[in-house]
């Protein structure tokens, strides 16, 4: 309890959450820290309560929101969200958390107000991972720390907006299956990520280095998107076939 009377939010926390809302898109989720919480950005300079687990560290978190919106210039919309009670199991939780923000996903339409495309329905396999460097970003415990920060872009087929996106947002809108296939930029190749029985069929049927190759952090085309390295891939040339 104590320690939750001393927590006050930093200038360097208000200006992380500032900077990170302004980048969703409207009907964008905020999931902070993994606590069963989940924001809406449902305006301009408006933020709602979706949905709070009756937990005490979810509870405590979207204390910490409070705090920290009430030195903004937003709003935080506490009118019609959902009460979770938390499960028992912690895979159920995770899952659970995916679902729900797999629902909301599933409604994100085009930043551009006159389109209603869904992004669920644009070329997300066409997705550009872009290197915007290191930022900060909050921890689980509402700590800043230094991260890269990556996003990707999507073009929309309806109006030619381009939507960026935060990485777990793709992963969540895309699937594993997209979100471990990375185009490298400049027409590079593309790499997909092999499971480890692939990698043994590939090895065993005497694959060349060229087609089944290890990541690091760099590549002749650019650096390597962080969930992608340290995995064997498959190296091809996709997209358009001659
Ligand atoms: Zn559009």
């Known amino acids: 309890m104590t320690e939750e009377e001393k927590w006050g939010p930093s200038q360097a926390d208000v200006e992380w ?3 990170h809302l302004s980048s969703l898109a409207q009907g964008g989720v905020w999931a902070p820290g993994g606590t ?17 687990t ?19 210039d937003w709003d ?10 938390p499960p028992l199991n912690p895979m159920e939780a995770q899952y659970q958390q995916m679902m729900q923000q797999q629902e909301v996903a599933a409604r994100w339409d085009c930043p551009n107000e006159d389109c209603q495309q869904r992004l669920v329905d644009m070329p997300l396999e066409e997705g550009r991972w872009v290197d915007l460097g290191q930022q900060s970003a ?4 509402g700590k800043v720390v ?30 594993d299956e997209l979100f471990f296939r990375w185009q490298a930029p400049d027409s590079g190749p593309v790499f997909t990520t092999l499971t480890r029985e692939q990698v043994v069929d590939m090895v065993d049927s005497g694959v ?20 992608m390295r340290g995995t064997y891939c498959l190296r091809s040339y996709g997209g358009e076939e001659e």
């Open 54 to 72: 009756q937990h005490p560290e979810s509870l405590g978190m979207h204390d910490r929101v409070i705090a920290i919106i009430g030195k903004t």
């Open 17 to 19: 959450t500032e900077q």
């Open 208 to 227: 060349d280095g060229d087609t089944c190759v290890a990541l690091g952090t760099d590549t002749p085309w650019g650096p390597v998107p962080p969930h």
């Open 138 to 141: 909050l921890d689980e415990e």
């Open 36 to 52: 069963g919480l989940t924001y809406e950005r449902t305006g301009d300079k408006e933020l709602s309560l979706r949905s709070i």
């Open 146 to 175: 230094e991260v890269e920060r990556w996003i990707v872009a999507i073009e929309c087929d309806a109006c030619d907006a381009v939507v960026n996106l935060d990485p777990q947002d793709y992963g969540m809108l895309g699937g």
């Open 76 to 85: 935080l919309v506490e009118g019609d969200y959902e009460t979770i009670d």
